[in-house]
């Protein structure tokens, strides 16, 4: 019994430090410019290289994984803080 109890407590941990290192959803979708022609330098999160990527935001539509700069971006969905330089994409 106290053997049971021990692996549902190590489960149940192990859920919830699942569930608070998840990322927001937000941060898995692709930037997304949108169909206006503003230029706003923008950053998205890039989830296949773990960084915050500058990219230019037409100005309206887009979805919900864009940020005013890196540093919002970082608070929002992590990241790899050990590089400082900011990836650019080119379109």
Do not use: W
Request: hydrophobic fraction near 35%; proline fraction near 4%; charge should be negative.
């Amino acid at each position: 019994m106290i053997k049971l109890l021990f692996r549902l407590l190590i489960l149940l941990n192990s859920l919830i430090i699942i569930t608070r290192c998840a990322r927001p959803t937000e941060c898995e979708l692709p930037f997304a410019t949108g169909p206006c022609r503003a230029m706003f330098s923008s950053f998205y999160f890039n989830p296949s290289t773990n960084q915050c990527e500058e990219f230019v935001y037409g100005g309206c539509d887009g979805n919900a994984n864009r940020f005013e700069n890196k540093e919002e971006c970082l608070a929002r969905c992590g990241g790899n803080n050990h590089q400082n330089e900011i990836v650019h994409q080119d379109e």
